[in-house]
């Protein structure tokens, strides 16, 4: 299984900021990652597919990038309604696995 | 736009089993692929597996293979997922999730809202 290693594991950080979370894969997966935000009591939900590509509806502060087996997701300008876990997740072989997840805090 | 509606909480004991269904709006169930990903308290997301219509076959995870049957019934639009022989660490809030790709991989647009399966004695 490819095991997928996000950093770090919680931050903290003020509003306005900008904040970055890495997602490492333990082999080559291209392109093949997704970013998730998941709030407790909610459903998860996808902020980026494919390494980079901002999913429909979802605020231009958040960008992803990366490829082969380095990822980041970048928050520029920090909002309250931004306090949630964020997940990678690769799809580029079976299984898909998760990353730990990486608690973000104001 | 594509709505994933679950079932409700469950309550077990070890040794038992649970369904949980997942029915889909919006759209038709053979025009989706559901997969289900669990979250045990305090633990982070996991991929359990999903139903391979093609084949007529559950596609799971290592670690749940002979213990989740995962299934459709496209009469209805509803995804089931049965998992059996309970143990207190299969405590969880489990998803129903549509995934986008190819050949069971992708990523994951619309979930449903969760469902908590709780297993105690």
């Known amino acids: 299984d490819i095991q997928m290693t996000q950093s770090p594991l919680s931050l903290s950080a003020s509003v306005g900021a900008r904040v970055t979370v890495t997602c490492q894969a333990s082999q080559d997966i291209t392109h093949y990652l997704n970013w998730y935000q998941h709030k407790p009591g909610l459903a998860p939900k996808l902020l980026i597919y494919d390494a980079s590509n901002l999913q429909t509806g979802v605020p231009s502060r958040f960008n992803g990038s990366g490829s082969g087996t380095d990822f980041t997701l970048t928050i520029s300008g920090l909002q309250p309604e931004d306090v949630a876990t964020y997940y990678c997740?690769?799809?580029?072989?079976?299984?898909?696995?998760f990353g730990q997840g990486t608690r973000l805090e104001i | 736009q594509v709505h994933l509606v679950q079932s409700g909480t469950e309550v077990r004991r070890p040794g038992a089993s649970v369904k949980v269904s997942c029915k889909v709006a919006?759209?038709?169930?053979?025009?989706?692929?559901l997969h289900w990903v669990r979250q045990a308290p305090g633990k982070g997301l996991e991929w359990m597996g999903y139903f391979d219509p093609e084949d007529g076959e559950t596609i799971s995870a290592q670690r749940f293979q002979g213990r989740v049957s995962m299934t459709d019934d496209a009469s209805t639009d509803t995804a089931y997922m049965e998992l059996r022989s309970l143990r207190s660490d299969d405590t969880a809030v489990y998803y129903c999730?549509?995934?986008?790709?190819?050949?069971?991989?992708?990523?994951?647009?619309?979930w449903g809202q969760g469902t908590l399966v709780t297993v105690s004695s």
């Open positions: 999730a549509r995934i986008v790709g190819d050949l069971g991989l992708g990523h994951f647009d619309s």
């Open positions: 919006g759209t038709t169930l053979t025009a989706s692929s």
């Open positions: 997740q690769q799809c580029d072989n079976h299984p898909v696995t």
